[in-house]
């Protein structure tokens, strides 16, 4: 993992990508330069581990870049089941910040991944500096969990175990 500067011409970029997230694109643009000074953009080579299931959740990421593979430990084999990809202006994390819980997944890179990286203090302020964030957080976090229930459920009917 490297550590990308966001200075200059970096900050409208960024600013740029951050529109194209379902959290932040209804703020208003000097919000969105606000708001880039809270991020640290990291690039991750093609595999490399962003989070671990079961790790300390005190942080999420915007996808800037490239996509990310969701894996989870099958309970009885113990292997990890890739479960989910997300792609660019996606998020990661976001459900154990508001939980207060550890990561539930593992998260790797895939090729050309750079993410917008944000902490539990900024994710905690965005709620009280913007009601309408909560909101949309709360929906993107209800299709995520709704979208999981639809790729697990028949997973488990597959292998005989209760849905």
Same mark, same amino acid.
């Given at each position: 993992?490297?550590?990308?500067?966001?200075?200059?011409?970096?900050?409208?970029?960024?600013?740029?990508?951050?529109?194209?997230?379902?959290? !932040?694109?209804?703020?208003?643009?000097?919000?969105?330069?606000?708001?880039?000074?809270?991020?640290?953009? +990291?690039?991750?080579?093609?595999?490399?581990?962003?989070?671990?299931?079961?790790?300390?959740? &005190?942080?999420?990421?915007?996808?800037?870049?490239?996509?990310?593979?969701?894996?989870?430990?099958?309970?009885?084999?113990?292997?990890?089941?890739?479960?989910?990809?997300?792609?660019? !202006?996606?998020?990661?994390?976001?459900?154990?910040?508001?939980?207060?819980?550890?990561?539930?997944?593992?998260?790797?890179?895939?090729?050309?991944?750079? +993410? +917008?990286?944000?902490?539990?203090? !900024?994710?905690? &302020?965005?709620?009280?500096?913007?009601?309408? !964030?909560?909101?949309?957080?709360?929906?993107v976090m209800a299709?995520?969990?709704?979208?999981?229930?639809?790729?697990?459920?028949?997973?488990?009917?597959?292998?005989?175990?209760?849905?």
């Open positions: 993992m490297q550590t990308i500067p966001i200075t200059g011409e970096m900050t409208d970029a960024v600013v740029k990508e951050l529109r194209q997230s379902a959290l !932040f694109r209804d703020l208003a643009e000097k919000d969105l330069k606000e708001i880039t000074k809270s991020a640290v953009m +990291l690039q991750y080579d093609d595999g490399e581990t962003v989070v671990e299931e079961g790790g300390v959740s &005190d942080s999420f990421f915007v996808i800037a870049s490239g996509e990310a593979v969701i894996k989870r430990t099958h309970e009885t084999s113990r292997e990890l089941i890739e479960i989910a990809r997300v792609k660019p !202006f996606d998020t990661i994390g976001e459900l154990g910040l508001l939980l207060g819980q550890p990561r539930t997944a593992t998260v790797t890179a895939g090729p050309d991944t750079l +993410l +917008l990286k944000f902490n539990q203090t !900024f994710f905690q &302020d965005m709620f009280r500096k913007f009601p309408d !964030f909560a909101l949309v957080a709360c929906k299709k995520r969990v709704q979208q999981s229930v639809h790729t697990v459920a028949p997973a488990a009917a597959d292998a005989g175990a209760p849905a």
